[in-house]
């Protein structure tokens, strides 16, 4: 396949740097980063919608023990995932003149790793099913390592999308495989009453899908090359991003960990719908704007002043979007989940609000992993990492002991208290204060108080009155929604017109200022 040659060249091409920061184009690097962004905005929120409109049926029809079964599953295969990885597409994305050879050499690794890691997730099913101390689990899991294969074929093409900022065809792929994903699911659950099978056979054949996809529409096929330097520049960057990523992964996950080895399927069922709706404002919003902020700012890292003013702005957008989201999910919280999902899930409200506040701060850090990686210090992730796993598996593990589903929540509040630190070291990195730090938080703080305040009271009025759910969730969300509005037109109307502004710029083709 023909590869665009702003990203990549031949080796027979000679020495011949393709991107250089002194000579990038900001302005428009800056509306490829806010296309990109946008993109990924409205592709999170399609998926946020399609997901939430299957969860409204599927959990209607299967049980929290179903949902249980599968999460606990989910855990090794995001395991493996994360491992897999290996972080060689970051090395990719770092490095200004890839070549065939390293790209090619990136490719055999994860392949190569990948399929050592399906085999023994094959093998190492029994074990999960025993720790977990739920038999279904066995072949659950070797269903969903299949995967993997998929994920080895289309790492590379994936990263290269990424790198050449393309991301509107990204987020239409991901965005067409969640739609299949949840359609298929519904039919296997309703038409062939497949129970928790019906999940893991949706799960399996979007994965397919979107692997042929990614691969089709990058236009790359490996060659039969592996460069020994590519594999030590890969391997060096890839070692400290893998290690990262595994303590990252251990991170997130203690919490379901620990509920389904304490407490059970059905309790890590409810759970991991308590988790479900905050975090999918994580995953499908900010997780995805975020990802567009590493390949951005590595266009521009030898410059202290526009890596700091690029990674302000993505974290004061990133707030603006979900901090109001996920302040009104809280409020509205007990209607919500009695419309959507049914009264049988009402246990999840309190750790559902309480996750509202964890999906919050972890948004805020979203983009500061971007920070090392543009440095070249992602051993300083790998090691606060090890220091933060073991923080939170203290904290996690004796409030839900004690507390039980609310302490687990509450510890995943407390346990990105520590990524303060990680921002300071990023902020010293780029010779940038907390003053410019906390100036981009200050308009959506704002604006996401007077969004909680004005739902709060409405939510109150209408219940105090006796009006049923659906009423309260669509009036207090509309009130909050109509004070946001007020709130940033009237008390900060320069920021308002700076946001206005940015959108048409990034729309449209007028030059930035």
């Known amino acids: 396949m023909t590869e665009p040659k702003e990203d990549i060249r031949d080796m027979n091409e000679g020495p011949r740097q393709v991107e250089k920061t002194e000579e990038v184009d900001t302005d428009a690097l800056t509306r490829s980063a806010g296309r990109g962004a946008l993109w990924q905005v409205a592709g999170g929120g399609w998926q946020t919608v399609i997901r939430l409109g299957a969860s409204t049926v599927l959990a209607r029809v299967l049980f929290p023990e179903d949902f249980g079964i599968l999460g606990m599953a989910l855990l090794a295969r995001s395991l493996i995932q994360r491992i897999g990885a290996l972080g060689t597409g970051a090395g990719l994305i770092a490095k200004k003149d890839a070549t065939q050879d390293d790209l090619s050499t990136a490719f055999w690794m994860g ?28 072949w659950v899991m070797r269903v969903i390592s299949i995967t993997f294969l998929f994920s080895a074929v289309a790492a590379v093409s994936s990263t290269l999308l990424t790198k ?96 389904g080895r304490l407490l059970g399927t059905a309790t890590l069922g409810f759970y991991e719908f308590a988790y479900r709706i905050p975090h999918l404002i994580y995953d499908r919003l900010a997780g ?163 969004t909680v305040a004005s739902a709060g009271v409405a939510r109150w009025a209408l219940e105090s009155h006796g009006f049923g759910d659906p009423v309260v969730m669509a009036c207090s969300a509309g009130v909050g929604i109509i004070f946001l509005l007020m709130t940033s037109v009237v008390v900060f109307p320069a920021s308002s017109r700076e946001v206005l502004q940015t959108i048409r710029e990034i729309v449209g083709n007028r030059k930035l200022r």
């Open 164 to 259: 050449r900022l393309r991301f509107g065809g990204l987020t239409i792929i991901n965005g067409a495989g969640v739609a299949l994903e949840s359609g298929l699911a519904i039919i296997f659950v309703v038409v062939f009453d497949l129970g928790y099978w019906a999940l893991v056979s949706a799960m399996l054949i979007s994965s397919f899908a979107m692997t042929v996809a990614r691969v089709v529409y990058a236009r790359w096929l490996p060659s039969f090359r592996f460069n020994r330097a590519s594999f030590r520049y890969l391997f060096r960057y890839g070692i400290n991003g893998l290690g990262a990523s595994t303590v990252s992964f251990f991170h997130q996950n203690i919490d379901y960990l620990l509920v």
């Open 111 to 138: 392949a190569a790793v990948q399929i050592f890691l399906f085999l023994v997730a094959i093998a190492a099913a029994p074990l999960a099913a025993i720790f977990f101390k739920t038999p279904a689990i066995t």
């Open 288 to 450: 995805p704007v975020g990802s567009v902020v590493f390949p951005t700012l590595s266009k521009v890292q030898t410059s202290d002043e526009r890596l700091a003013a690029g990674y302000v702005k993505a974290v004061k957008y990133i707030a603006l979007i979900v901090f109001p989201m996920l302040g009104g999910l809280a409020v509205v919280a007990r209607p919500a989940v009695a419309v959507l999902w049914g009264h049988k899930w009402l246990p999840i409200v309190i750790p559902l609000q309480i996750l509202c506040v964890s999906a919050a701060m972890r948004c805020v850090f979203a983009p500061i992993g971007a920070v090392f990686m543009c440095k070249d210090r992602p051993d300083i992730l790998f090691k606060f990492g090890l220091v933060r796993l073991t923080f939170t598996f203290a904290v996690v593990g004796c409030l839900g002991y004690a507390l039980g589903l609310v302490g687990i929540a509450l510890g995943m509040v407390l346990s990105t208290l520590p990524a303060f630190y990680l921002l300071h070291i990023a902020l010293r990195l780029m010779k940038a204060s907390w003053g410019l730090f906390f100036s981009a938080l200050r308009f959506p703080v704002a604006i996401s108080c007077a």
